[in-house]
């Protein structure tokens, strides 16, 4: 069985332009999450999704992410513009609805230049 | 607010040794407690993963040890080798809210 496939692996823009990541849970899993890793950090939520539906999306920066999950499945998290600071890794997990278990892509590791 | 709070920060065993990571969290509706091993370039694994109903969970080598009074969980690590050489992150959570609140990450060290 596939795991969270996540695209692209890795991804160099330049400060103030647009960026997005692409997500493919696991086949069945309702549950999509993103995480934002900075380097030497463990990982923060900045949006889980039941199916389509954002249920919480507190953490996320709106002025500058955004993020949808079209028919329940696959997910883009977008920022624009890119700041400096937005150098991370930003993993996408997900987990069967009521699951407590969250299994996690290997992340797309974005640098802004 | 770090809700969960990970020590050591980084940690060097001899091959054949047992790690011991520590967690503490403040949050006492947490109900789910699992630790996750992630190597370079990879995305974090489940390891193990705890309830509060019992006070130890043993898969394997990898053993959580939890005290629901302390609010506090650790991972033994026993009979540690190489390839256990990760960084692993404790974590939190509410059955309700499922959202993780991770620790600040061991980096483990297991020398040949």
């Known amino acids: 069985e596939a795991g969270v496939v996540q695209s692209p692996r890795y991804k160099i823009i330049e400060k103030k332009q647009p960026v997005a990541f692409w997500c493919n849970p696991i086949?069945?899993?309702?549950?999509l999450y993103w995480y934002l890793q900075n380097l030497g950090q463990g990982p923060e939520l900045l949006i889980r999704y039941e199916n389509e539906e954002a249920v919480d999306d507190s953490q996320l920066p709106k002025d500058r992410f955004s993020a949808e999950r079209l028919k329940g499945v696959d997910s883009t998290l977008k920022i624009q513009p890119a700041e400096l600071g937005d150098s991370a890794v930003y993993l996408c997990?997900?987990?069967?609805?009521?699951?407590?278990?969250?299994?996690f892509g290997q992340g797309t590791r974005l640098t802004v230049v | 607010q770090q809700q969960v709070k990970q020590s050591p920060q980084s940690l060097i065993v001899q091959k054949g040794g047992i790690s011991i990571i520590n967690c503490a969290y403040e949050?006492?509706?947490?109900?789910?407690f699992p630790w996750y091993q992630q190597f370079p370039g990879k995305g974090p694994a489940l390891l193990i993963a705890?309830?509060?109903?019992?006070s130890e969970k043993k898969e394997g080598r990898f053993t959580i040890s939890f005290n629901k009074s302390a609010k506090q969980f650790s991972l033994h690590i026993m009979d540690s080798q190489p390839g256990d050489s990760a960084t692993y992150f404790c974590?939190?959570?509410?059955?309700?809210?499922?959202?993780?609140?991770f620790g600040s990450g061991t980096q483990l060290t297991v020398l040949p």
């Open positions: 997990a997900s987990s069967l609805q009521g699951g407590a278990e969250a299994f």
């Open positions: 949050n006492t509706a947490f109900d789910y």
């Open positions: 705890i309830r509060p109903d019992v």
């Open positions: 974590a939190a959570s509410k059955s309700s809210a499922r959202q993780l609140t």
């Open positions: 086949s069945g899993h309702n549950t």
